[in-house]
């Protein structure tokens, strides 16, 4: 994402939003999803995820009377199990905070994930990021989120350009004729600490 986007998604004006309106209440309901198994397999659990909303949700004193998601779900759209958990806070009053580990955990596209925490802070319903402490009490804090969110998808954004390129110099690599030539002499060698194979691995790399 360009720089000069990012600023503008910063800038971005919240709805009107009556920060007075908050439930008092310390019942709340714990958010996670990842998007694919990979992510779940690769640093983002949903199990890491549920034990920091139940530590935070722990050390400050929130009664937790629903777990939402816990799934795999896409990032990019809301799906069935955000309705869920939307219709569920609509509905249960007495239920004032969702508990998340971060805010990118309801979608990575900036503005979907905003529109999602403004809408639930017009019903009075505050969404903490337990990893960092951060919540939507506050027009500050909506703003924080939102910042937040921004540069969740600005690194996104980057770690896709960089595997896309990645992958295009993979192509041209392996289409190469004497790096495939390296490739099938290292695979069919029996010894694999020669200096000859040693060598291969050299060339294939530097080379």
């Known amino acids: 994402m360009?720089?000069?986007?990012l600023i503008i998604i910063f800038l971005t004006p919240t709805a009107m939003i009556d920060y007075k309106n908050i439930r008092r209440t310390r019942n709340?309901?714990?958010w996670t999803r990842v998007s694919t198994k990979y992510q779940e397999d690769n640093g983002g659990s949903l199990k890491s995820q549920r034990e920091c909303c139940e530590e935070y949700a722990k050390q400050h004193g929130y009664t937790i009377v629903k777990y939402c998601g816990g799934k795999h779900e896409s990032a990019k759209t809301p799906g069935a199990m955000v309705k869920e958990m939307n219709g569920y806070v609509k509905k249960h009053k007495e239920?004032?905070?969702i508990l998340v580990s971060e805010f990118d955990?309801?979608?990575r596209t900036s503005w979907q994930a905003t529109k999602m925490l403004e809408e639930l802070r017009e019903l009075g319903v505050i969404v903490v990021a337990t990893k960092f402490g951060l919540n939507t009490e506050t027009k500050e804090g909506m703003l924080m989120a939102q910042q937040?969110?921004?540069m969740a998808q600005w690194d996104n954004q980057n770690r896709t350009d960089k595997f896309v390129d990645g992958r295009a110099k993979f192509e041209t690599i392996i289409s190469d004729v004497d790096t495939i030539s390296c490739v099938d002499q290292i695979c069919n060698s029996k010894d694999a600490d020669s200096l000859e194979i040693i060598s291969l691995i050299y060339k294939l790399i530097y080379l």
Do not use: A, E, I, K
């Open 148 to 150: 937040t969110l921004s």
């Open 2 to 5: 360009p720089y000069h986007t």
């Open 28 to 30: 709340c309901v714990v």
């Open 95 to 97: 239920v004032g905070t």
């Open 105 to 107: 955990r309801f979608s």
